[in-house]
C-alpha cells in the first residue's frame, strides 16, 4: 500500500477496479480528518474559515474550537490492494449545503458514515437522507478524546439500524483504524453485492 502523504500520482498497473466511497455525516464529525489520514495523493479540500455569517445557522455544540468548514467536498484515493483502489468523496455536513450531495453520490458504490456519540442525534437526518438514496453503508463512530463509550450494538440500536448495518469505531486521525473503517464498508458492500446477485439470478 502506498504510504499517506507520497507525491505518487499514477495507479499501479495491477489496479483492476476503482470504486467511488461517500464518505458523510453531520457537521464537525472528522470527514475530512478521515480522507486526509489515509489519502495516499494530497487530498483535495474546499475548506473556508468559518464567519460571523454562519452564527445561529451551524450548530457548534460540541465542536466550539472548530474555525473552518467544508463547503463543496474532499478528495482523496487509497489504493487497498494491489488490485483495488477507492476514490474518497467527503460531503459538507451542514444542512444548507446537503444539494450538493445528489451529485456527489453519483456513481457511489457505498457510503461511510461518519458519526459523533457526543451529538448522536444530528446523524438521524443524515441517515434518512442516505435511506431516500438507497445507498449501501456502514457507520464509523469516531471516538474522540473526551466521548464516552458505547459498545456497536448500542449504536445500532440509538440510530435504528439494520442488524447487518456494520458499526465500527474508529480514530479518524489514525492512518490505520480509518482504513480498517473503510475496509469495512467494502465488505460489506460486496456481501450485499453478491446476495442480491444471488437471489437475481435464482
Known amino acids: 500500500m502506498v504510504s499517506a502523504g507520497s507525491n505518487d500520482r499514477y495507479l499501479p498497473a495491477t489496479v483492476q477496479q476503482s470504486v467511488k466511497i461517500l464518505i458523510v455525516g453531520a ?3 472528522g470527514k475530512t480528518t478521515l480522507v486526509g489520514s489515509v ?30 468548514t467544508t463547503v463543496a467536498m474532499d ?19 451542514q444542512r444548507r449545503f446537503w444539494d450538493l450531495w445528489d451529485g456527489l453520490a453519483e456513481g457511489a458504490l457505498g457510503v461511510l458514515v461518519m458519526v459523533d ?19 449501501p453503508f456502514a457507520v464509523a463512530i469516531n471516538q474522540f478524546p473526551d466521548s464516552e463509550k458505547y459498545e456497536a450494538d448500542e449504536i445500532r440500536s440509538a440510530l435504528d439500524l439494520l442488524p447487518d448495518t456494520p458499526v465500527v469505531v474508529c480514530d479518524a486521525r489514525q492512518r490505520r483504524s480509518s ?24
Open 39 to 68: 489519502s495516499e495523493i494530497e487530498p483535495l479540500r474546499t475548506e473556508e474559515l468559518m464567519t460571523e455569517a454562519s452564527v445561529g445557522i451551524d450548530d457548534l455544540v460540541g465542536v466550539s474550537t472548530k474555525t473552518t
Open 117 to 135: 456519540t457526543r451529538r448522536l442525534e444530528d446523524s438521524f437526518d443524515v441517515l434518512e437522507q442516505l435511506e431516500l438514496r438507497g445507498l
Open 75 to 93: 478528495f482523496g484515493r487509497i489504493t487497498l490492494s494491489p488490485e483495488l483502489v477507492l476514490y474518497l468523496f467527503g460531503t459538507p455536513g
Open 179 to 202: 482504513v480498517d473503517a473503510l475496509i469495512s464498508l467494502v465488505e460489506f458492500v460486496s456481501r450485499s453485492t453478491a446476495t442480491r446477485e444471488k437471489e437475481f439470478s435464482s
Open 27 to 29: 457537521f464537525g464529525v
